[in-house]
T-cell receptor, first 118, second 111 residues
């Protein structure tokens, strides 16, 4: 089946620094990737929708200048948390939708990145 | 966004059946999914159902959909300890859209 990887799987950074998280579709082309954030004992909350070659669409309440998303190719999207603060500590999960056209019911999820800001 | 609600916790004995329930409010939900998340891991799609279906069975998994009541359930037959995980119900109005998740049901299977 289709595989989505994320790197790094865990990262610890100091307040004020920036962290980049990569999401890759390994064996398929993903025109659309989604970034979710999962708080402890909470659901996954959609942060933004990333379309290859265009600007990401952010959900209400998500600061686009703080969470920079780049989807430069059909297999790679990156999320950069800028000037991270402890409240940004969370589990970040990406997903990728296969195909450039036609029906595709499934999104493939990455294994997630645990970010801890000290 | 629209709400997806699940009970937070379920405990069953090994070998019994588990039933995890979910309700949603968006009447335009077209695709309904069940995902499994093991500790520290990402999400694994277990099964999905289209809104024009009432039931779907896949080996030990049975999904029932009551569209009138906006109620979705996942039944796991012969539950095993390896089934212990968090199960998320999710919906979307279109196959290409992002998913709207419930908070997840933590399933504990005891020997």
């Amino acid at each position: 089946g289709a595989v989505v990887s994320q790197h790094p799987s865990r990262v610890i950074c100091k307040s004020g620094t920036s962290v980049k998280i990569e999401c890759r579709s390994l064996d398929f082309q993903a025109t659309t990737m989604f970034w979710y954030r999962q708080f402890p004992k909470k659901s996954l909350m959609l942060m933004a929708t990333s379309n290859e070659g265009s600007k990401a669409t952010y959900e209400q309440g998500v600061e686009k200048d703080k969470f920079l998303i780049n989807h430069a190719s059909l297999t790679l999207s990156t999320l950069t948390v800028t000037s991270a603060h402890p409240e940004d500590s969370s589990f970040y999960i990406c997903s990728a939708r296969e195909g450039t056209s036609g029906f595709s019911y499934e999104q493939y999820f990455g294994p997630g990145t645990r970010l801890t800001v000290t | 966004g629209e709400d997806v609600e699940q009970s937070l916790f379920l405990s069953v004995r090994e070998g019994d059946s588990s039933v995890i329930n979910c309700t949603y409010t968006d009447s335009s939900s077209t695709y309904l999914y069940w995902y499994k998340q093991e500790p520290g891991a990402g999400l694994q799609l277990l099964t999905y159902i289209f809104s024009n279906m009432d039931m779907k069975q896949d080996q030990r998994l049975t999904v029932l959909l009551n569209k009138k009541d906006k109620h979705l359930s996942l039944r796991i037959a012969d539950t095993q300890t390896g089934d212990s995980a968090i199960y998320f119900c999710a919906e979307s109005i279109n196959s290409g859209y992002a998913l709207n998740f419930g908070k997840g049901t933590s399933l504990l299977v005891t020997p």
